[in-house]
Each structure stands twice: as C-alpha cells, then as structure tokens.
Nanobody, 126 residues
Framework: QVQLVESGGGLVQAGGSLRLSCGAS????????MGWFRQTPGKDREFVAA????????ALADSVKGRFTISRDNVKNTVYLQMNSLKPEDTAVYYC???????????????????WGQGTQVTVSS
C-alpha cells in the first residue's frame, strides 16, 4: 500500500514562490509516474504536473508552464513541485498522486492515479 504525504503549502503573496514536497512509502516509488493535481471548492480536480519514473519526461498544465517545475528524487522517494510567480488563481488544495500502473506514460486524468496524499493548502494573496 503506497502512502503519500504532502508538505510545503502555505500562504504567500502574489509573485512569490513555494516548493511542495511529497514523500512516498510502502511501494516501489521509482516505478510509478507521479502527479500533482489541485482542487478548489466546487470544482473538479485539475491536473497540474506529472513526471515519469526516472524523470526524463514531464508534463505541465498550460496554466502553470513557465512558472512551475516538477522533479523527483528516487533515492529520497520524494517528488517536488516548485512554484514560482504565484498568482491568486493558483490558490487551491494541492494533491500528490501515484499512477496505479508502473511505467505507464504520463496521464493527465485523475482516475489513472490510484494513490493520493491528503493534500496541502496553497493560498496566494493579491
């Protein structure tokens, strides 16, 4: 059973930066594509970023390209989301997720991710 724990959320002013971390345990971390999603009240979960097992390929939502970067450290079993130039519309609960099928190509669909963290709140003030 894979367990994911996010950290690094908080309150930041527009234009600021945050780095989210997601620690994984209980599974074979380096076999799974990892993703970040976000959700605001009353809206569906939204794809933010994903990275394949050995980090050679990443994907970013258009809304965060040029501002966010996803990376992973397979020794530390951790995936990161570096968020720069934050905007108020980035305010959301951010979730880390692990794909259910090892070595599958990146999916932007939340139903392809079987394991989820509890989420971490990011609030960007204007």
């Amino acid at each position: 059973q894979v367990q994911l724990v996010e950290s690094g959320g908080g309150l930041v002013q527009a234009g600021g930066s945050l780095r989210l971390s997601c620690g994984a345990s209980g599974g074979t971390f380096n076999r799974n594509t990892m993703g970040w999603f976000r959700q605001t009240p009353g809206k569906d979960r939204e794809f933010v970023a994903a990275i394949v097992p050995y980090g050679a390929t990443t994907a970013l939502a258009d809304s965060v390209k040029g501002r966010f970067t996803i990376s992973r450290d397979n020794v530390k079993n951790t995936v990161y989301l570096q968020m720069n130039s934050l905007k108020p519309e980035d305010t959301a609960v951010y979730y880390c997720a692990a794909d259910s099928i090892p070595f599958r190509a990146i999916s932007r669909k939340d139903y392809d991710y079987e394991y989820w963290g509890q989420g971490t709140q990011v609030t960007v003030s204007s």
